[in-house]
């Protein structure tokens, strides 16, 4: 275990907590992961502090569970896996380094979160392209790094986007970065010259991002990100279509996506609509779901800086065309619920409390990766487990996000539960395990599995396993960072 004076020399007297009212807040999170108090917090607030505490645990082999988020947690990933763990807690790190818009690129220090960067970003002129509501204490590079979808598909080129360059201490102590931010030079030499660090491959042949995406701190922590953001428009059209399928939604967020047409544009169902947008709890709440269509889509046609009015006409013309085709009807407003409403709420933070807890107190997620082809069977199957476990279907949220150009959808389905109900709490936890074997039978890829699932997605793939068992080995040889998540 590391010694008390040894971290203070490191971070300060005031960074370094033994309280046992403090570490309980990080033994557990909303998830069915099992309660483990660590023995101390650590909050650094500069990189080469980062660089020796891991030092020092690689010496002493003392577990290290990196968080950058405020509570609440949802996932289990920043709960200790192992006993004797110290919590390395970077939300003092909080510098914003860098808002370029000319280049659309903004970078970041680990502690800063979307209520920080959000309104910094738009004092430049530039927006984040955002998960849908993400709460006010999530960090930006937190999200980036768990690979959680984006609300403007148009924009994102991979799977990885809007993540660029990283700085990185790896377990092994050693700092890396990643993409151009690699060099030639450091990266206030490459200021001076005019570069950004916005491409994310490389250094070498390799896309090193990629390795620490997903990883959920397993192989080392990062101490800055750059990421991608988007100009902001000048002029802005929002549209809700509702309908009692969401095969024709999909079909219609496809051809948005794929033409170029809309920025902002998913999909949500009663549920989840009316938990975001009811005033009063619990009275709102159910009137405004009973009078929402069962699916509601929305988008986002925008114009910029040149003839903004021109290119949403035309826009708009070409929307109308699919519309009529596919037999349904963009309209500003359905259930009292404004397109404009819905807009100004998802370009900003969840307000509190999370839109998540207001339901019930909390919430366990199941999201997977799939192709449209696949999605009707596999929403089908999820109602079909719900049925048989006597979860309400009527409660469960879904949340569908088309991704990388359309390429793909992210499926979400928000199993909402009452936290002091023992009863319904294990009710919706064994349907969660029993979900993500079924789903996974049926083809669903969970690409970010969390806790138990894993270990039971990553380990189907013996090959792909064993190598990230070496990388594991290479970047973080005595296995101190966040043992026991992410398969390890």
Known sequence: MIEKEKLVKIAGAS???????????YSSDISFVNAIRPVCVVKPTKADAVQKIIKLANETLTPLIPVSSGPPHFRGDTVPG????????????????NVDRARRVAMIEPGVTFGELIPAAEKEGIRLNMP??????KAVIGSLLEREPVIM?????????PLACVEVIFGSGDEFRTGQAAGPGTVEEQWKVGGVQKAPYGPGVASWHRLIQGAQGTMGIVTW?????ELFPSLEEPFIVGSSKFDSLLELASWLVRLRIANECFILNNTNLAAIFAKKWPKDYQSLKDT?????????????EFFPEERISSHIKNITDITQRLGVEPVKSAGGISANEILKTVQQ???EPYWKLRNKGACEDIFFLTINDKLGSLVDTMYGLAEKAGYPISDMGVYIQPVVQGTGVHCEFNLFYDP???????????????????LMANGAFFSRPYGENAGLVINRDAASAAVLNKLKKMFDPNHIMNPGKAGF
């Open 15 to 25: 960074n370094v907590s033994y309280d046992r009212a403090t570490l309980d807040t």
């Open 420 to 438: 002091d109900n023992q009863s319904e709490a294990n009710r919706v936890k064994d349907l969660s395990t029993s979900a993500v074997k079924k």
């Open 292 to 304: 929402l269509p069962a699916w509601t889509l929305f988008y986002n046609v925008a114009g910029y």
């Open 349 to 351: 933070p969840s307000a």
């Open 153 to 161: 598909p148009k924009y994102q080129w991979d799977i990885s986007d």
């Open 225 to 229: 990100a750059s990421m991608r953001c």
């Open 132 to 137: 849908l509501l993400p709460r006010k204490s």
């Open 82 to 97: 192992n006993g004797g763990a110290v919590i390395v807690d970077l939300s003092k790190m909080k510098k914003i380094i």
